[in-house]
């Protein structure tokens, strides 16, 4: 029998999971190398421009922002190096707070700070989930609703906002102003954005210079303030491969076009339609509720690179289980029975994890769609509707992977 | 024909019977299903058409969509 490798497992132990298949299908892996990797000098360099800053503002007290576990950037060293710097300009520990900008999502526990943050920045610094409800009004109303946000990150005399960047489905790319909005707004505005985009008036995948939702919430940071933005790309493999520092706008579009560079797959050269595809979606597997990024490389497309009746498999860790999200989970205001996806154009879908009960899968996906825990049980499936010489294109970092 | 009743004829669907059957005039659309992304570009249209009106890029908002009543609203003070 032949091999798929995927990747697996993002923050619960990050390995390569291998899946037999049969030996006729004609396999076409769409790889992302992760070569490139910013060195140490390159980022002290960056934090200079940090260090300079806060020598010019002298401001009393800092707070670090950053995203959570369902984003797949690692902290560890890139915080402590930071910090280091911060603390060598006389801002002890008890002047800096670190805040989760979580948005709806679930709180991280000290296991999950451990690791995002690394133990450096969590044994020494004070960190913070963001509360919707520990928020204040900052005198901006959007369209009716009057916006509040996070109540430390308002008072903070020294903003830094670190975030990955990411492939997202209505702000182009994740990060930058989206960290404030909705990342540490109150829950009528998380709601607003997330209703917003539902009924179609916002952006889309992999834009941020066209994008209206971006133009709106880059309008109400310069209301409350952001000193100091690190833009972080990161590798499929989550190492970090540059960073952007510096204005919120500026950094944030720099660190986009780096992203979407190397994000970028090409599949146009492909000769004939696929007659399946597997969307692995490493790295942002760690719950149900993300596994929708798996389809990136299809929402993205705008070569038609599967065949009409051509199969779909979606395969995730999923190792925290289904996840949490306030808004579209279930119990949320958003929450909504599942239904077939329509970019999906009819595609049959099966989906693949070991980590999530049927039950779990049926509350956020269509009943028309296959949900199998059993590897085998996976190849099957996708076999049964194949012809021996199929041809079967593979996304292993499908999460990321925009497509041409 | 009133303005709310020209909209459930166009948003009606024979999938969406059970929510329509005690849909309140204040009731979230976007909740219960009945607009989504794609109707919603359809709804704006058959407004303009329907109504003689022009949807202002600035008025797209959930508030003025998200409801008959706040449809109906929105469509009055145009």
């Given at each position: 029998?032949a ?11 990050d ?19 992760s ?8 980022l ?15 401001p009393k ?26 603390a060598a ?7 800096v ?11 991280l ?15 020494n610094?004070?960190c913070i ?8 009004d ?14 430390h ?7 830094i ?15 930058g ?10 829950m ?13 008036f916002?952006?889309?995948l ?27 790309v ?7 491969r ?15 076009k ?26 942002k ?12 490389p ?26 949490y ?12 029975n599942?239904?077939?996806?329509r ?35 996976l ?11 199929a ?8 999460s ?5 | ?24 005039p ?51 003070s145009?």
């Amino acid at each position: 029998m032949a091999e798929i490798k995927l990747p697996w497992g993002a923050w619960y132990g990050d390995r390569v999971r291998a899946f037999s298949i049969p030996d006729s299908w004609q396999v076409t892996q769409f790889d992302l190398l992760s070569e490139k990797r910013i060195k140490d000098s390159e980022l002290a360099e960056k934090l200079n421009l940090l260090g300079n800053d806060l020598q010019f503002k002298k401001p009393k007290n800092i707070i670090i922002v950053v995203d959570d576990l369902t984003r797949p950037v690692l902290l560890d060293s890139l915080l402590k190096s930071m910090l280091e710097k911060i603390a060598a300009l006389g801002y002890t520990p008890e002047k800096v707070k670190i805040l989760i900008g979580l948005g709806s999502h679930k709180g991280l526990d000290e296991e999950a700070l451990l690791k995002k943050l690394g133990p450096f920045a969590v044994a020494n610094y004070l960190c913070i989930n963001h509360d919707p409800v520990d928020t204040i009004d900052i005198d901006v109303v959007w369209g009716k609703t009057p916006i509040k946000l996070n109540r430390h990150y308002v008072e903070a005399g020294y903003k830094i906002v670190i975030s990955g960047l990411t492939p997202h489905s209505f702000a182009g790319f994740s990060g930058g102003a989206k960290m404030l909005f909705p990342g540490l707004a109150d829950m009528d505005t998380i709601a607003k954005t997330h209703k917003s985009v539902l009924m179609g008036f916002m952006g889309k995948l992999g834009d941020v210079e066209q994008n209206k939702f971006r133009s709106i919430i880059e309008e109400f940071v310069r209301n409350v303030g952001l000193d100091f933005f690190i833009g972080v790309v990161i590798n499929a493999d989550r190492s970090i491969r540059n960073i952007h520092c510096g204005d919120y706008i500026n950094a944030h579009r720099n660190a986009a076009k780096e992203a979407r560079d190397y994000y970028l797959t090409k599949i146009d050269e492909i000769k004939e339609p696929f007659d399946a595809v597997i969307l692995n979606a490493y790295p942002k597997d760690s719950e149900l509720l993300q596994a929708e990024n798996a389809f990136i490389p299809i929402k993205s497309t705008k070569t038609n690179f599967l065949k009409e009746d051509a199969s779909v498999a979606v395969t995730s860790a999923c190792s925290e289980g289904m996840g949490y999200h306030g808004l579209f989970g279930p119990g949320g205001v958003l929450y909504r029975n599942p239904r077939p996806l329509r970019f999906l154009k009819g595609h049959p879908v099966t989906f693949f994890s070991q980590n999530v009960s049927e039950e779990e899968f049926y509350k956020l996906y269509s009943a028309e769609y296959h949900f199998i825990n059993e590897e085998k049980a996976l190849i099957q499936k996708l076999a049964d509707k194949l012809t021996g010489n199929a041809r079967i294109a593979v996304f292993p970092y499908a999460s990321l992977q925009l497509t041409d | 024909m009133d303005i709310k009743q020209k909209l459930i004829d166009f948003l009606y669907d024979d999938s969406l019977k059970d929510e329509f059957k005690d849909l309140d005039p204040d009731d979230s659309l976007l909740e219960l299903g009945i607009v989504d992304s794609v109707k919603m570009l359809d709804l704006i249209g058959f407004i303009e058409d329907t109504f003689e009106i022009k949807v202002d890029e600035e008025d797209l908002y959930p508030e003025n969509f998200d409801s008959l009543n706040a449809i109906e609203e929105y469509i009055q003070s145009k």
